[in-house]
C-alpha cells in the first residue's frame, strides 16, 4: 500500500512539472477519442436508420389470373407456416385498384376506361429483420416463385443489397478508425512516457543505488499514463455530450431532416470513452517503460 501510495503521489507531482507536455498529450488523446466516438456514434445513428428501413422491406408476390379462392388459401397458409416470414398481407384485385386509385389522386379518371381489373392478387410479405441478406432474400423470392399459383415475385434487390453494402463499409470503417485510434492514443503516451523517463534518469539512478526495484521504479510512470489517458477521454466524452446536445437543441431548427437519423446516447458511452483513454494510454506507457534498458 506504501509503495502505490508513494507512486500515486510521485506520478501526480511529475505530472504537475510538465504539465505542458501533459496537457498537449491529453489534448491529443481526448481530440482522437473525440474522433472515434464521433465516427462510432454517426455508425450507430446510421445503423439504426438503415434497421427501420429494413423493417419496411418486404416480397410482393403477385398470384395467377383467376387463381381459386382454395388456391389462395393454400398459399396464405404456407406463407403463415414459414417460420423465416413475420407478416402476411393479402390484397385482393379490388384493394389494389383502389390503392392505385388512391395513389393517382386527380388522375385516377384514367382508370374508368378500362373495361377489367389489370392488377392481379398479390400478397406482400415481411421477413424477419435478421434475415435481410441478399442471397437469402433471393433465395427465398425464388423457392416462392416456383410455387404453384405465383406469377411473379418481386422485392427491392438491388436497393436491399445497396442497404447492405452501406451497413458493411460503415462498420468496417468504424473498425479500422478504432484501430488507427487506438494506435495513435498507445504512440502519443509511449513516446511521452519514454521523455519523462530521460528527464529523470538522474532521480532513476539514486532510486536504484537505494535499492529500489524495476516495479517500483516503472509504477509511476504507468499512473502517469493512465491519468493523462483517463483525462484526455474525459475531455472527449464532454466535448461529444456538448456537440451532441448542441445539435439536439440547434441541429433541428437548421436542418429539419436529421431529426430522423439523430438517436440518444446511452450514458454508457460517455463512460466508456475516459476507460477506455485510460487504458489505452496504460498501454502505451507499459510498452514505453518496458522498452527502456537502465
Same mark, same amino acid.
Given at each position: ?15 504537475w ?7 498537449l ?11 472515434l ?50 407478416e ?15 395513389? @393517382?389522386?386527380?388522375?385516377? #379518371? +384514367? %382508370? ?5 381489373n389489370?392488377? /392481379? !392478387? ?19 423470392a ?97 466535448? @461529444?455530450?456538448?456537440?451532441? #446536445? +448542441? %445539435? ?7 436542418? /429539419? !431532416?436529421?431529426r ?28 514505453a ?6
Amino acid at each position: 500500500m506504501r509503495v502505490l501510495l508513494y507512486s500515486i503521489q510521485s506520478a501526480l507531482k511529475n505530472l504537475w512539472m510538465e504539465k505542458w507536455i501533459n496537457i498537449l498529450t491529453t489534448l491529443s488523446v481526448g481530440v482522437g477519442l473525440l474522433i472515434l466516438s464521433t465516427f462510432v456514434t454517426v455508425t450507430l445513428n446510421m445503423d439504426s436508420v438503415l434497421k427501420r428501413w429494413a423493417r419496411s422491406f418486404g416480397i410482393v408476390v403477385y398470384l395467377d389470373d383467376n387463381i381459386s379462392a382454395e388456391a389462395t388459401g393454400t398459399v396464405r397458409e404456407f406463407f403463415k407456416r414459414d417460420p423465416d416470414i413475420l407478416e402476411v398481407t393479402y390484397i385482393s384485385e379490388d384493394e389494389a385498384i383502389k390503392e392505385l386509385r388512391t395513389i @393517382l389522386g386527380k388522375d385516377a #379518371s +384514367l %382508370l374508368d376506361d378500362l373495361k377489367d381489373n389489370p392488377l /392481379p !392478387s398479390s400478397f406482400e410479405l415481411k421477413l424477419k429483420s435478421n434475415l435481410l441478406e441478399p442471397v437469402f432474400v433471393k433465395k427465398k423470392a425464388e423457392e416462392i416463385e416456383n410455387m404453384s399459383g405465383v406469377a411473379q415475385v418481386q422485392y427491392g434487390e438491388k436497393w436491399l443489397a445497396s442497404l447492405n453494402t452501406v451497413s458493411k463499409i460503415m462498420k468496417a470503417s468504424a473498425i479500422f478508425m478504432g484501430g488507427a485510434i487506438l494506435i495513435a492514443i498507445i504512440f502519443i503516451t509511449y513516446n511521452t512516457i519514454k521523455i519523462f523517463f530521460y528527464r529523470r534518469k538522474e532521480e532513476i539512478e539514486t532510486l536504484k543505488l537505494l535499492g529500489a526495484t524495476k516495479s517500483f521504479i516503472r509504477l509511476p510512470f504507468l499512473i502517469e499514463g493512465l491519468v493523462i489517458g483517463l483525462l484526455g477521454g474525459m475531455i472527449g466524452s464532454l466535448a @461529444l455530450f456538448g456537440i451532441h #446536445s +448542441l %445539435l439536439i437543441a440547434k441541429g433541428f431548427d437548421f436542418i /429539419p !431532416s436529421i431529426r430522423a437519423i439523430i438517436i440518444s446516447i446511452p450514458d454508457e458511452i460517455f463512460l466508456s470513452i475516459p476507460v477506455a483513454g485510460a487504458l489505452m494510454s496504460l498501454a502505451g506507457s507499459f510498452f514505453a517503460v518496458g522498452r527502456i534498458r537502465y
